[in-house]
């Protein structure tokens, strides 16, 4: 168990590529810290370079007081879970477990101990004599945990270790997961392009994008305070409605398509004329007509879910698609109008070229 | 394609059991020879049923030896062509799996290039180089040793190859894995690779076992020492024995006897050399 610390780190591949770029973070003892970001987006690489897989190009790497970039993966105190398992083959699952510790010259009683344990942790108990291959997918992925858990490191990682799975052993092990931080108290540090396992599993989110980093915190921070358009985008299902427009002269309008329908209760914190993207959930919007932003919807289909209608429709007079998340069964027709408003807090305003936040 | 009629079914057993027969008539032809007395092969009709010397034949050839091949006695020739065959066999294999292991998982300068010049050997089998090599063995001193019988040929870049390409199917993580696991670069080769690689090692022992034991033109070369001969040149110096008749008995008896090693190989190593052919256990 241990903080870690990551200061200005980078990774530059000999051909000239950049992988990652200055990225900042300090973790605390025991944290569940989940890695976000769309493919190529640099997640993985800086878990490799914190297992030690990948060299680092510049910047610090502390766990606890100690520096380690050059240190090897071995020396790190660290383990790690892998997306395919990476199993030993040849080996039993008792073997598997067992191998790290040996090569650290355990005692044979110590291992045996801890191995029972583990087993018992992850309900491995009867498998322990079987091969990899004669186990689920989900039993393989419980066997590479017990792996790590088996050597007691400082920091677990985690390379998106539960996309092999299927959609509901996932959940699952998801919780398992969960479970299992709470009862180990020790620092994890997971990798994911899951949203939703982001925002079910972290303490905090580091979300990425392009090999920077575009928000740290919490997942409540990154929903209901995106810092930027991207990080809007990429939390929240259905997805934030993203409406593009020119600030009207006295600042309280957004013009759209050449029409005016969208009005704000009070001037907005930016110039009139600026070209910005205004971001509200689908969640967020109600249909009455006062609020922060008002505006009309032409209706043009509405998904039934149950314990949520969905209205998809178009901004009046415009083209620009945008979908509201209503509570309840609720009727509309094709072509019916909808006054729609949200809350000051929930009105997101991103500069239209940089995709900062503006409020 | 599976069609039911009679006649297909007659032909296609035909056709396998002519070829069977085609197969197997020369070993049988030995077999029976083999067991004749000198003059029963120089005559036609040829014997095609085992005759009463078997016991006479095999065990003059393996306690005395012939004096028309300078009365070395097949057991030692059998010797000889067993230590050629096991050193070839297992010096192929150490040296083409540790070349493979060098050149798939480490990173060093001419990496590639090494591994084209392992590559390009291919096309240099021991034919080809033959002058050249015979110059370097009589240079070093090894004629008429163990030594000069078996380390030119232990080289092997069809070996190095296929352990490169198997080394090439084991996923990157399962190295990463090891590296987390404190497993150093002997250990990784020790407890991971070697044992993943077990059935490629019983397959490469079968077929290289074999080329070991079959090499003729080598040996011829390099020994003129009787007491290193092996069992496949000893038949050549059976048949060219000067002016008398050649001994067909003997010959065909040594003939089966230099068959059995093999044999006993690919049949007891059957398994696991069909399983490392056609399947890579990930």
Known sequence: ?359 | MVENRPILTFLTHAILIVGVLFLCFPVWMALVASTHGPGALSQSPIPLWFGDQAWENYSQLLAGGLPEAGGVPIGMMMFNSLIMALVITFGKIVISILSAYAIVYFRFPFRMGFFWMIFITLMLPVEVRILPTFDVVVKMGLLNTYAGLTIPLIASATATFLFRQFFLTIPDELVEAARIDRAGPIRFFKDILLPLSRTNIAALFIILFIYGWNQYLWPLLITTDESLYTVVMGIQRMVNSGEALPVWHYIMGTAVLAMIPPVLVVVLMQKLFVKGLVESEK
């Open chain 1, 1 to 359: 168990m241990a903080t870690l610390n990551i200061k200005s780190l980078g990774k530059t591949y000999p051909g000239g590529v950049t992988a990652v770029s200055d990225v900042n973070a300090d973790i605390a003892d025991g944290e569940f810290i989940v890695l976000v970001g769309p493919s190529g987006c640099g997640k993985s690489t800086i878990l490799r370079m914190i297992a030690g897989l990948e060299g680092i190009t510049t910047g610090d790497l502390q766990i606890g007081e100690r520096r380690v970039n050059d240190l090897e993966p071995g020396e790190r105190d660290i383990a790690m879970v892998f997306q395919n398992y990476a199993l030993y083959p040849h080996m039993s699952v008792r073997g598997n477990m067992e191998y790290g510790l040996k090569n650290e010259g355990l005692p044979k009683d110590q291992i045996a101990t801890r191995i029972a344990e583990a087993a018992r942790t992850l309900r491995l108990e009867e498998y322990l004599d079987r091969k990899p291959a004669q186990l689920s997918g989900g039993q393989r992925q419980r066997v590479a945990m017990g792996r790590a858990i088996v050597r007691d490191p400082k920091v677990f990682l985690f390379d998106e270790p539960l996309s092999n799975l299927d959609a509901k052993l996932r959940t699952q092990l998801r919780a398992e997961l969960k479970a299992l931080h709470q009862r180990l108290g020790a620092t994890f540090i997971y990798v994911t392009h899951d949203q939703v396992e982001a925002m079910s599993l972290a303490d905090r989110i580091i979300i990425m994008n392009a090999g920077r980093v575009e928000q740290i915190g919490t997942p409540m921070d990154l929903y209901l305070r995106p810092a930027s358009r991207f990080v809007a985008d990429f939390i929240g299902s259905p997805a934030m409605n993203v409406v593009e427009g020119t600030v009207t002269e006295d600042r309280r309008g957004l013009l759209v398509d050449g029409s005016r329908d969208i009005r704000f209760a009070g001037e907005i914190p930016a110039s009139a004329g600026a070209k910005v993207a205004m971001g509200i959930r689908p969640e967020h919007l109600s249909l009455d007509a006062t609020g922060a932003a008002q505006f009309h919807l032409e209706v043009d289909f509405v998904e039934q879910l149950g314990a949520d209608t969905v209205v998809h429709g178009k901004v009046s007079g415009t083209s620009v698609p945008l979908a509201v998340r209503l509570s309840g069964v609720q009727q509309h027709a094709s072509g019916e109008v909808l006054e729609l408003g949200c809350g000051a807090d929930q009105l997101h305003l991103f500069d239209l070229s940089s995709g900062q936040r503006l409020n």
